[in-house]
């Protein structure tokens, strides 16, 4: 499993980068692991702005169906486009190819509170 450093993490899963106030969010490699092949991703809060925690979108894999939950309060900017014919990616290439939305964050300060690379390592018992 793959956990990079330059990450923040929560406990539903979703990792996040930021550059100033623009995060970039998907879901950890131990998620996707978790879920199987994804085979379709739906998001429609592009535009939205939502609170902590709050349901942003749903990823279905053969098996199941999951909400994705947002780490920080924000307003989603972007969907990443290559995954309306590629949902795939978010299996091989979570934390580049495979991100999930791009967000104008409320307060950056949000973000260092979550998890760093160890403390997600330990959750998810690796």
């Given at each position: 499993m793959n956990?990079?450093?330059?990450?923040?993490?929560?406990?539903?899963?979703?990792?996040?980068?930021?550059?100033?106030?623009?995060?970039?969010?998907?879901?950890?490699?131990?998620?996707?692991?978790?879920?199987?092949?994804?085979?379709?991703?739906?998001?429609?809060?592009?535009?939205?702005?939502?609170?902590?925690?709050?349901?942003?979108?749903?990823?279905?894999?053969?098996?199941?169906?999951?909400?994705?939950?947002?780490?920080?309060?924000?307003?989603?900017?972007?969907?990443?486009?290559?995954?309306?014919?590629?949902?795939?990616?978010?299996?091989?290439?979570?934390?580049?190819?495979?991100?999930?939305?791009?967000?104008?964050?409320?307060?950056?300060?949000?973000?260092?509170?979550?998890?760093?690379?160890?403390?997600?390592?330990?959750?998810?018992?690796?």
């Amino acid at each position: 499993m793959n956990f990079p450093d330059n990450l923040r993490y929560t406990k539903d899963h979703e990792w996040i980068s930021l550059e100033g106030n623009v995060a970039t969010i998907g879901i950890t490699d131990f998620a996707q692991g978790e879920l199987g092949d994804i085979v379709y991703v739906e998001i429609e809060t592009v535009g939205k702005s939502l609170d902590a925690e709050a349901v942003f979108g749903t990823v279905e894999a053969v098996k199941t169906v999951s909400d994705l939950y947002l780490p920080v309060a924000g307003t989603i900017n972007e969907v990443n486009p290559s995954l309306g014919a590629n949902p795939e990616l978010v299996n091989s290439d979570p934390y580049g190819e495979g991100w999930m939305i791009k967000m104008t964050v409320n307060n950056p300060a949000d973000v260092e509170a979550l998890m760093d690379a160890a403390a997600y390592k330990a959750l998810v018992g690796q």
